[in-house]
């Protein structure tokens, strides 16, 4: 018996999310069928992250056990014949059997994108939120930076969430916009709670669009309240750029 | 009566191209329904480019006539909300009576894009053409660069045309690489043959994989026999960037 750590992208327009849940096609049950059906056994993963309906990833992790022989660097490429197009494995690799994906120090990696231009782009439509209203990108920087550092973050966090420790660290929060009017904002940090970064994305919009202040956002911190923050950005904006681990 | 130009913007993945075709749905079909229906006249539209099925616009044209009394910047939005969301116009403006897309001088620009890494990434697969084979870009950028100015493009035209005169301008071929393993290889123009800037990706992408030499594009050149240039590259990672008219 081995475990198998995975590197997984997907284009989360089509799917409920990572989660398997009866009756919805989910990205953790088309790796379970592809990984069932290629080792012939039994297969069920554990995923890191459990992004929610219409979430993108290049890198998020999951790991399984397996007795098949097939060597874990060579599973990669046979489990991408055997799932759909809009899943690809990008590395598969054996680690140490009691590994486990959300019970170790982890660097995470998000980036929101808003395509900030008068008329939509077709191409870019199940990959970023539309915005009309010309944002404030200095105002938005601003803002970003003071979200930076060890905070509580339960303004930051959807209230259907059971979690009671809302303290999390923020290494980087960083707001661009390219020559084709899309804004990435690219957080990294220790761990996030439910809906934050689509929440720190939306309270950025409305700073943006100037109807809330960039000094603001010490005292939406301090407000530990949900109401305090802007709206949650929608899902198919988000995307799950990188997880990185110690070990 | 009175001409109205468009710039219109379409993901090209779900139409046969852009030119009406019995029994296909076209972006030409849809845009000719849309303003019918909004316009209560019958409208046929005149493109500028007749991209082939798959190949997506940021910026192509068409201009149309109508007797209508909606001022000529007001149709956009109007437009817009009939369209399907895989089309978008990005401006509508009056132009003169008898100004024609194709018979004016015109400066286009072309961008074709390639992923070029080990593993495919979803969300580009629309867009792009994926290359698993490393490319090396200083040769590709080396031979872009012996294609700059004025030839005969002959090598370069699809051989399934009858255009006598091949001999076009290109004023510059620019190919960079970036962070996300995508190289964009942006062609500009005075005009191009058919399928010319398919035929200059395939023909770079050889050069990339060490199947010709960069140096060999004069000889491709004057050659004028399609056979002497590489292949020509899928439609998917082909957009029309933009048309500039002088009027």
Not at 90 to 112: A, I, N
């Amino acid at each position: 018996m081995k475990r198998v750590r995975l590197v997984v992208a997907y284009d989360g327009t089509h799917y409920h999310g990572w989660q398997i849940q009866p009756g919805k096609v989910t990205i953790e049950s088309r790796l379970n069928e592809a990984l069932t059906s290629l080792l012939g056994e039994p297969v069920q993963v554990i995923g890191a992250s459990r992004t929610d309906s219409g979430v993108h990833a290049r890198g998020n992790v999951a790991v399984f056990d397996t007795s098949h022989r097939m060597p874990a660097d060579r599973i990669c490429m046979a489990l991408n014949q055997r799932l759909p197009e809009d899943i690809r494995v990008q590395s598969s690799e054996e680690v140490d059997p009691d590994w486990h994906p959300r019970k170790c120090r982890c660097v995470k990696t998000y980036e929101y994108r808003i395509l900030n231009r008068r008329i939509e782009m077709p191409m870019q439509r199940f990959y970023s939120h539309f915005c009309y209203f010309n944002l404030d990108l200095e105002k938005m920087q601003k803002a970003a930076g003071l979200l930076v550092g060890e905070h509580d973050f339960k303004s930051f966090c959807s209230v259907r969430t059971q979690v009671t420790d809302t303290v999390r660290t923020i290494y980087s929060i960083e707001v661009k916009r390219d020559e084709e009017d899309m804004i990435g904002i690219r957080v990294t940090g220790n761990g996030f709670l439910y809906n934050m970064v689509r929440i720190i994305a939306g309270t950025l919009m409305a700073v943006g669009m100037g109807q809330i202040a960039p000094e603001d956002m010490g005292a939406i911190l301090e407000a530990r309240d949900r109401r305090a923050a802007g709206p949650t950005a929608p899902a198919r904006g988000l995307t799950l750029i990188q997880m990185e681990y110690d070990g």
